[in-house]
């Protein structure tokens, strides 16, 4: 009995493996076009029952990691490996489930940071309910950002001018549709004017980026 339902679950693990496939690109392009109906839709499935939610989408948590996964993958395609500098980073990046937990984790603190920043300014409570639509919502925003990044990095720490240059370009342009999404994200939330909503933004881009900065800073230190 007990190697029956073992079976079963394998033949569960398998088909939502494989279904990955499918919606991850399908969700992909349907954030990228458009993604404040993309978060709106995060946000009323959590209000579906939980076997009913996400079922023609992937959940965006879930949507995030395999951005980060899929970045993952093109790097080793183009055989770009980050370089330890301290016993602390080689333990991280000498490790691909850590290294992979690490970058996800980095990529998540925007959607974390945002959802905490619309509460806010909203004046809700900060609880673990509370702060997990807008969360959800973040994740999808944030997953074309991530892998458009992680790709522009690895375009501009692999030699030659060229690469360099149209690295930087796709990651200002990543940064720019970022920031633009996420200004018309807060217009649509929190009701208030652009300039407001675009200069909250550019606040939780860049506390975002210097919290992992510090934290990339610890990692290199001997």
């Not at 079976?7 to 569960?12: F, N, P, R, V």
Request: with cysteine.
């Amino acid at each position: 009995m007990d190697f029956l339902k073992l079976l079963k679950s394998l033949e569960e693990f398998l088909y939502e493996v494989v279904t990955w496939l499918v919606f991850f690109p399908l969700t992909l392009w349907r954030v990228a076009r458009h993604p404040q109906r993309m978060a709106r839709y995060a946000e009323t499935e959590l209000a579906d029952k939980l076997e009913k939610q996400f079922d023609d989408a992937l959940s965006p948590p879930l949507f995030l990691m395999l951005a980060i996964l899929a970045a993952h993958v093109l790097e080793i395609i183009l055989h770009q490996q980050v370089r330890a500098t301290s016993e602390l980073s080689r333990q991280v990046v000498g490790n691909e489930q850590a290294l992979l937990l690490y970058r996800t984790l980095s990529f998540a603190l925007w959607p974390l940071l945002m959802a905490i920043h619309c509460l806010r300014r909203r004046g809700h409570r900060l609880d673990r309910e509370s702060l997990r639509r807008p969360f959800y919502a973040q994740c999808y925003l944030a997953a074309p950002f991530a892998i458009t990044v992680s790709t522009a990095m690895q375009l501009i720490i692999k030699p030659g001018m060229v690469s360099t240059w149209i690295g930087l370009a796709i990651a200002a342009t990543a940064m720019v549709w970022y920031l633009c999404v996420q200004a018309r994200w807060l217009r649509e939330t929190l009701r208030v004017p652009w300039s407001s909503c675009l200069l909250s933004a550019v606040w939780v881009l860049l506390a975002g980026g210097a919290i992992n900065l510090g934290i990339g800073a610890l990692l290199v230190l001997d």
